[in-house]
């Protein structure tokens, strides 16, 4: 074999190996590429933010008890990455009590309606804010008297039901961490004030949910 087709040869087995190699570089580059672009993404300020989960309350009109439920929050920055955001909150709770003699079941269900408004400010993956939602609290209260069918009562004065609808405002800090692209965690509770009888009643109101941004 003379020089002139080795060299041939070399060059022939050479030409895939170099393509393969190019191939192969493109590929790297371009995932590199996708993964930065996911980083940045990721970390970019939401402009939107979606969260649905459980909620914690000092029921707005029993004395005692744990209401417990769920809730939903959209909240819309006006600028992406600005400090300002507004939006809306509702959530459904319920909460029993046992009042003393003559013993009834107490159990309300709670609508909570508010439209918020929140300082916030981002920071990597994380979400800081606080937020003032104002609106109102539906109260369906079902007061039932226990053993009032064993004493012969008739079913009107076993059972009693009111509709009422409350004034209220929340005062909440807020915590949003993204974990995995747009979805994550989030973390908010702070005092509530309801208007009950003439006066102003405090309480405490908390949540844990699932968040979506974009």
Same mark, same amino acid.
């Given at each position: 074999?003379?020089?002139?087709?080795?060299?041939?040869?070399?060059?022939?087995?050479?030409?895939?190996?170099?393509?393969?190699?190019?191939?192969?570089?493109?590929?790297?580059?371009?995932?590199?590429?996708?993964?930065?672009?996911?980083?940045?993404?990721? *970390?970019?300020?939401?402009?939107?933010? *979606?969260?649905?989960?459980?909620?914690?309350?000092?029921?707005?009109?029993?004395?005692?008890?744990?209401?417990?439920?769920?809730?939903?929050?959209?909240?819309?920055?006006?600028?992406?990455?600005?400090?300002?955001?507004?939006?809306?909150?509702?959530?459904?709770?319920?909460?029993?009590?046992?009042?003393?003699?003559?013993?009834?079941?107490?159990?309300?269900?709670?609508?909570?309606?508010?439209?918020?408004?929140?300082?916030?400010?981002?920071?990597?993956?994380?979400?800081?804010?606080?937020?003032?939602?104002?609106?109102?609290?539906?109260?369906?209260?079902?007061?039932?008297?226990?053993?009032?069918?064993?004493?012969?009562?008739?079913?009107?004065?076993?059972?009693?039901?009111?509709?009422?609808?409350?004034?209220?405002?929340?005062?909440?800090?807020?915590?949003?961490?993204?974990?995995?692209?747009?979805?994550?965690?989030?973390?908010?509770?702070?005092?509530?004030?309801?208007?009950?009888?003439?006066?102003?009643?405090?309480?405490?109101?908390?949540?844990?949910?699932?968040?979506?941004?974009?």
């Amino acid at each position: 074999m003379n020089q002139s087709h080795l060299q041939d040869c070399v060059r022939l087995a050479s030409g895939p190996r170099i393509a393969s190699v190019a191939t192969l570089a493109l590929l790297l580059a371009g995932a590199a590429s996708a993964r930065a672009q996911s980083d940045a993404e990721a *970390l970019a300020p939401p402009k939107n933010t *979606l969260d649905a989960g459980l909620v914690l309350a000092f029921p707005a009109a029993l004395v005692t008890g744990m209401s417990a439920g769920v809730g939903a929050t959209f909240m819309r920055a006006a600028t992406r990455g600005g400090w300002l955001a507004w939006g809306a909150r509702a959530s459904w709770s319920t909460a029993t009590e046992y009042s003393p003699a003559p013993t009834y079941s107490v159990t309300n269900e709670e609508i909570r309606l508010r439209l918020c408004g929140q300082l916030q400010h981002a920071v990597g993956r994380g979400l800081f804010g606080l937020r003032v939602g104002l609106g109102g609290t539906l109260v369906y209260e079902d007061r039932t008297l226990v053993q009032g069918a064993r004493a012969g009562l008739p079913a009107s004065e076993q059972e009693i039901t009111s509709w009422a609808m409350l004034p209220a405002a929340d005062f909440e800090g807020i915590v949003v961490l993204r974990v995995w692209n747009s979805w994550g965690m989030s973390v908010s509770g702070g005092p509530t004030l309801h208007g009950l009888h003439g006066g102003v009643r405090t309480g405490w109101t908390s949540g844990l949910g699932v968040t979506w941004q974009h």
